[in-house]
Each structure stands twice: as structure tokens, then as C-alpha cells.
């Protein structure tokens, strides 16, 4: 009985001691997203062709979205939405800015995306570029992205991409301060964006 209560007691100290790392890992891994600038170093291109950094989320708060121009649905919806919300928060476009990083850099083109996103909105930069520096880009992001054949037995075919749905956002610092969750109420992500303009 003496044996089977201490190998008790061992395992709750076990647990105890597993339960107070996570609460330390995670604790401190919010912290680094709190205190330093959300995702990782890039050089990729601009909807222009033009070369674009991370430093082009510094200065302004910004809005950041991953999709595909391919995308049946949520892309262009989310796109619709993210227009019309920067056109009732920052009317002046001096406020808020927000951009649109391909998951599938081997079809859209810098080209392809200026043509798809500019479609919708005039308020929204694309990013693309060498597939391999995107997807340190994605990863760095922490974005979830995956090509998805439209026919199993044809694995090398056509393909949709399945990915991380939510607008990412940013304080001029680069920080991470929030989401908007694709489906959200609109109301409520006009008050994120907001709140993430006033600073």
C-alpha cells in the first residue's frame, strides 16, 4: 500500500511538473508574439513586380491575408469584406493598409494576382513569388496551407488549396494583435479594425 502511494504521489509531481513547463512554454511563447514583429524576414514580389519586404508591415497597422486566386469561395468573400470595411474605418487610406500573400505561388503570377485582386478592391497589395520563399513565408506565419488534388488518382492534375482562412492583424510595429475570423460578424470585425487603426 506504502509502494503503490508514493508511485501515486510520484506521478501527480509528474504531472504538476509537465503542467508548469506548458504553462511556462506557452506563457512565453506569447509573450515573443506580443513583444516582437509577428511571421519571419522575407523578399518576395509585389503585385507590380516590384521587390517587398517585411519592413512593408511596419508604419502602419496593417491587415494580412493568405489565399489563393484560384479560391472558390473564401477568397473573394474575404477580399469583398476586407474592402468594405477599410472603406468605413479608414475612408482616407491613410490608416489602416493590408495586403494578400499567395499560398500557391506556382500559379499566381505577380501579374495574375494585381489582375484578380484589383477585381475587387484597390485597397489590397498582393505578394508572391519564388514558391520556396513563400513557403517560409506561410510557415513562418504560422499559416496553415495544403494542395489538395481535385482527383485523387491524378495526384499531379489540377488542385485547390486548403489554408488558414483568417485576416491576420498587425500594430505599425509589426506585432501581432488580433484576428478576424472568416464568417465573422461584421460589426465586429469593423470594431478590431477599429481598434487596431487607433493603435
Same mark, same amino acid.
Given at each position: 500500500? /506504502?509502494?503503490?502511494?508514493?508511485?501515486?504521489?510520484?506521478?501527480?509531481?509528474?504531472?504538476? +511538473?509537465?503542467?508548469?513547463?506548458?504553462?511556462?512554454?506557452?506563457?512565453?511563447?506569447?509573450?515573443?508574439?506580443?513583444? +516582437?514583429?509577428? +511571421?519571419?524576414?522575407?523578399?518576395?514580389? &509585389?503585385?507590380?513586380?516590384?521587390?517587398?519586404?517585411? !519592413?512593408?508591415?511596419?508604419? /502602419?497597422?496593417?491587415?494580412?491575408?493568405?489565399?489563393?486566386?484560384?479560391?472558390?469561395?473564401?477568397?473573394?468573400?474575404?477580399?469583398?469584406?476586407? $474592402?468594405?470595411?477599410?472603406?468605413?474605418?479608414?475612408? &482616407? @487610406?491613410?490608416?489602416? !493598409?493590408?495586403?494578400?500573400?499567395?499560398? &500557391?505561388?506556382?500559379?499566381?503570377?505577380?501579374?495574375?494576382?494585381?489582375?484578380?485582386?484589383?477585381?475587387?478592391?484597390?485597397?489590397?497589395?498582393?505578394?508572391?513569388? $519564388?514558391?520556396? /520563399?513563400?513557403?517560409?513565408?506561410? @510557415?513562418?506565419?504560422?499559416?496553415?496551407?495544403? /494542395?489538395?488534388?481535385?482527383?485523387? @488518382?491524378?495526384?499531379? +492534375? $489540377?488542385?485547390?488549396? &486548403?489554408?488558414?482562412?483568417?485576416?491576420?492583424?498587425?500594430?505599425?510595429?509589426?506585432?501581432? %494583435?488580433?484576428?478576424?475570423?472568416?464568417?465573422?460578424?461584421?460589426?465586429?470585425?469593423? %470594431?478590431?479594425?477599429?481598434?487596431? @487603426? %487607433?493603435?
Amino acid at each position: 500500500m /506504502k509502494t503503490v502511494r508514493i508511485i501515486l504521489w510520484a506521478g501527480v509531481l509528474a504531472m504538476a +511538473g509537465l503542467l508548469a513547463w506548458l504553462t511556462f512554454s506557452v506563457t512565453r511563447s506569447s509573450e515573443q508574439i506580443a513583444e +516582437g514583429p509577428f +511571421g519571419v524576414p522575407f523578399q518576395l514580389v &509585389d503585385q507590380r513586380g516590384q521587390p517587398i519586404t517585411e !519592413q512593408a508591415f511596419r508604419g /502602419k497597422p496593417t491587415a494580412l491575408f493568405f489565399g489563393f486566386t484560384h479560391c472558390p469561395e473564401v477568397c473573394p468573400t474575404t477580399l469583398f469584406e476586407l $474592402d468594405s470595411w477599410l472603406k468605413q474605418v479608414d475612408p &482616407d @487610406k491613410t490608416g489602416l !493598409q493590408a495586403y494578400f500573400i499567395t499560398v &500557391d505561388p506556382e500559379r499566381d503570377t505577380p501579374e495574375l494576382l494585381g489582375t484578380y485582386i484589383s477585381n475587387v478592391t484597390d485597397r489590397v497589395t498582393g505578394i508572391g513569388g $519564388d514558391p520556396a /520563399k513563400v513557403a517560409e513565408v506561410v @510557415k513562418g506565419f504560422r499559416v496553415y496551407a495544403k /494542395k489538395i488534388p481535385l482527383d485523387e @488518382k491524378q495526384p499531379d +492534375g $489540377d488542385y485547390t488549396m &486548403d489554408h488558414t482562412a483568417s485576416v491576420f492583424l498587425l500594430d505599425a510595429d509589426g506585432r501581432f %494583435k488580433g484576428t478576424i475570423a472568416y464568417g465573422e460578424n461584421p460589426e465586429t470585425a469593423i %470594431k478590431k479594425l477599429e481598434n487596431l @487603426k %487607433k493603435g
